[in-house]
């Protein structure tokens, strides 16, 4: 069973940054992608990065560029989300999904396995 276990949320002020970490383990395929959610409350899961393990290529909504970096440790089988200049809007739920496969990175409907979600708060 693949697993996806994320940490690094917290509350933060505004402008502070957090590093989100998701670590991928079980029987999974070289060929897969990991990606980033966020869901706030009483809204849909939506899109905020992903990564495609075999390149390293990355996805982002408009949202995240220029303020969140997705990258990947493979010795460690992680993926990491750094958000800076964080602002009250991104408060949310941050889920790490895994895409094995390999539809739309952007959906959450196409990803196959999730982890339990890790609780970002920016206080203004």
């Known amino acids: 069973q693949v697993q996806l276990v994320e940490s690094g949320g917290g509350l933060v002020q505004a402008g502070g940054s957090l590093r989100l970490s998701c670590t991928v383990s079980?029987?999974?395929?070289?060929?897969?992608?990991l990606g980033w959610f966020r869901q706030a409350p009483g809204e849909e899961r939506v899109f905020v990065a992903a990564?495609?393990?075999?390149?390293?290529?990355?996805d982002a909504a408009d949202s995240a560029k220029g303020r969140f970096t997705i990258s990947r440790d493979i010795a460690k089988n992680t993926v990491f989300l750094q958000m800076n200049n964080l602002e009250p809007e991104d408060t949310a739920v941050y889920y790490c999904?895994?895409?094995?496969?390999?539809?739309?990175?952007?959906?959450?409907?196409?990803?196959?396995?999730w982890g339990q979600g890790t609780q970002v708060t920016v206080s203004s």
């Open positions: 999904g895994a895409n094995v496969r390999l539809g739309s990175l952007l959906w959450p409907g196409e990803y196959d396995y």
């Open positions: 990564i495609r393990w075999n390149d390293g290529s990355t």
């Open positions: 079980g029987p999974i395929r070289w060929n897969f992608a």
